[in-house]
C-alpha cells in the first residue's frame, strides 16, 4: 500500500453539484479511504463573478448527504491570495513568467492572421520581452519552451503526450495576487500534498498546462487520473436537455443517498461480478482504480430507479416514513402532530401504516403522495369503476351489502379476520373479483391501489363501513 494517499476535491462553487463532479468526489473520497489517506475539500473560487457563496454551501450539504465526509477543509482559494503571491513573485523574479499588455482585440488580431496563415494559433510573444508597465492593464504569462514532449502516466487512460507548441505561453495570473485556475490547482495540489487527482476526463487538456507550471515552479505534481465523460442515453455528454443533472434534483425526486452512491460508483466502474448492490463501506472495500473504463459511461436512470427501490425496501418503516413525510401533500403537520385537510388528527402509526403498504411498489420517495394519497383524503371516483367486468348495479348493489354485513359481524379487526371473512365470502359468491373488486375502488377510489383489506385493516371498522356505504349511494 502506498502510504500517505492524499486525494482532494475541488468544486467551483459556480452551479449546483453536477452528477459527474459528484462521481469525481465519490471516486476520490473511495479512493483515500481505500488507503487509509485523507480526504480534502477545496473551494475553487478564483472567478469571483461566478462563484456564489449559495451554491458552495448547497454543494457542501449535497456532499455530506451522500456521505462523502473530508478530512481536511474546505479550503477556499479566495482565502489564499496571500500564498500565490509569493509563488506568482517567484515565476517573475526567476523571469519564468512575463506582463503581457495585450488587449483583447490584440490578441483576436493576432488569432485571425495566425489563422489566415494556416497555423495554429497560440500566443505571439509581441510582450516577452517587453519593460515593466505597470500602468497598463496587464496579465502574466508563463514562458513555454518551444517543440517540448509534455509526457504523463495517467493511471486510467496510460502514456498521453503533448507537445508544448500546442500551448504557447498560456496565462497563468490576472495580477501578483490572483492565478488562474491552472496555476491556483498547480500551488493547492503541491500545498496539500496531494497524492493523486482523480477528476473528469475534460480536464486533460489542463494537465499538461499544470505539468509545465510545476516544473516552472520546481515542483512535484501528483498522479492523475481521469474520469471517463458521464453521457447521457444519446451518448452525448450529460447536460440539462437529459433531464436532471445535479445531485440536488435528484435528492428532490425522492433518491436515496445510498442508492445515489451506490448508482454512481458504477458510472465508470464495476466490480467486475454481476453484484450490483455496493453500499459506502463495501465500495471502500472493493473499489480498485485499475478497474475504471476509459469509455464514456451512460447513465440510465431505470438503472438507478430499480437501485433506489431496493434501498426502499430496506427502509424500517419508522425511518421511511420520516423521509416520506416532505412529500405527502395531505398532511399537515403542526407542533409535532399531524392532520388531514378536514382538520382531523392523525397518527403517526396511521401514517406508518399507510406508507408501509406501498414500500414495494416505490421507486422513488416522491411517489408515495400520488400512491397512498386515498388514505388522507376524501377520495373521489366515477361510479362506473366500482363494476366488475359486466356486473349490472344490482348485483353491484348485492356486492356492497355482502360486504358491509360482512364487515359488521368481524370484531376484532385485524388483516387476518378480515382475510377470513371476506375472502370465504367472496369464494362463496363463487365470483371474487365481484366483491374484491368494488371493494377496493369503495376504499381507495383507485383501480390500481394496495389490496383492499390491508386499507380496511388500516382505516379501522368504521371508516372502512362507511366508505362502502358511500359507494352504495353512487348507484
Ligand atoms: N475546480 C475544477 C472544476 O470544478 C476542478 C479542478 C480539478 O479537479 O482539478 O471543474
Ligand atoms: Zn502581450
Known amino acids: 500500500m502506498e502510504k500517505n494517499i492524499r486525494t482532494r476535491y475541488a468544486p467551483s462553487p459556480t452551479g449546483l453539484l453536477h452528477i459527474g463532479n459528484a462521481r469525481s468526489a465519490l471516486f476520490s473520497y473511495i479512493f483515500a479511504k481505500k488507503n487509509d489517506g485523507s480526504f480534502v475539500l477545496r473551494i475553487e473560487d478564483t472567478d469571483k463573478e461566478r462563484s456564489k457563496k449559495e451554491y458552495e454551501n448547497i454543494i457542501l450539504e449535497d456532499l455530506k448527504w451522500l456521505g462523502i465526509n473530508w478530512d481536511e477543509g474546505p479550503y477556499r ?4 491570495e496571500d500564498l500565490y503571491k509569493k509563488y506568482i513573485e517567484r515565476l517573475l523574479t ?13 490578441l483576436e488580431a493576432q488569432r485571425q492572421d495566425q489563422m489566415s496563415r494556416g497555423i495554429a494559433p497560440k500566443y505571439n510573444r509581441t510582450c516577452s520581452n517587453k519593460p515593466l508597465d505597470k500602468s497598463k492593464p496587464y496579465v502574466i504569462r508563463l514562458r513555454v519552451m518551444d517543440n517540448k514532449k509534455i509526457k504523463f502516466n495517467d493511471i486510467i487512460r496510460g502514456n498521453i503526450e503533448v507537445n ?3 500551448i504557447g505561453d498560456i496565462v497563468i495570473a490576472k495580477n501578483e495576487t490572483t492565478p488562474l485556475y491552472n496555476l491556483a490547482v498547480v500551488i493547492d495540489d503541491y500545498e496539500m500534498s496531494i497524492t493523486h487527482v482523480i477528476r473528469g476526463e475534460d480536464h486533460i487538456p489542463n494537465t499538461p498546462k499544470q505539468i509545465l507550471i510545476a516544473e516552472a515552479l520546481g515542483i512535484e505534481h501528483p498522479k492523475y487520473a481521469h474520469l ?9 455528454k450529460l447536460s440539462k436537455r437529459h433531464g436532471a443533472v445535479s445531485v440536488t434534483e435528484y435528492k428532490n425526486m ?3 443517498p445510498e442508492a445515489m452512491v451506490n448508482f454512481m460508483a458504477y458510472l465508470g466502474w464495476n466490480p467486475g461480478t454481476e453484484r450490483e448492490i455496493y ?13 475504471i473504463q476509459k469509455s464514456g459511461a ?3 436512470i431505470q438503472k438507478l430507479d430499480h437501485i433506489n427501490a431496493y434501498y426502499i425496501r430496506k427502509k424500517d418503516i419508522a425511518e421511511l416514513t420520516k423521509l416520506c413525510l416532505p412529500y405527502l401533500k395531505n398532511i399537515k403537520i403542526k407542533e409535532d402532530k399531524y392532520y388531514l385537510e378536514s382538520g382531523e388528527e392523525i397518527t403517526i402509526e396511521y401514517i406508518q401504516k399507510s406508507i408501509a403498504i406501498y414500500q414495494e411498489r416505490m421507486k422513488r420517495l416522491s411517489e408515495i403522495n400520488e400512491l397512498s394519497d386515498h388514505m388522507f383524503k376524501e377520495i373521489n371516483y366515477d361510479k362506473e369503476l366500482l363494476r366488475w367486468k359486466d356486473m349490472t348495479d344490482e348485483e353491484l348493489s348485492q356486492s356492497l351489502d355482502i360486504i358491509i354485513n360482512t364487515l359488521h359481524k368481524i370484531d376484532n379487526w385485524n388483516l387476518e379476520n378480515l382475510e377470513k371473512e371476506i375472502i370465504s365470502e367472496a369464494e362463496k359468491t363463487g365470483n371474487r373479483g365481484g366483491i374484491l373488486w368494488p371493494m377496493r375502488v369503495a376504499l381507495s377510489g383507485k383501480k390500481a391501489s394496495a389490496g383492499p383489506l390491508e386499507i380496511a385493516n388500516i382505516l379501522g371498522k368504521e371508516k372502512t363501513i362507511k366508505l362502502i356505504e358511500n359507494a352504495k349511494k353512487k348507484i
Open 77 to 80: 482559494q479566495s482565502e489564499r
Open 94 to 106: 526567476e523571469n519564468k513568467a512575463y506582463y503581457c499588455y495585450c488587449s483583447p482585440d490584440e
Open 164 to 166: 508544448s507548441d500546442t
Open 228 to 236: 471517463p465523460l458521464v453521457l447521457g442515453t444519446d451518448k452525448s
Open 254 to 256: 425522492g433518491y436515496l
Open 279 to 291: 453500499e459506502m463501506e463495501d465500495l471502500i472495500k472493493d473499489f480498485s482504480i485499475e478497474k
Open 298 to 300: 451512460v447513465f440510465n
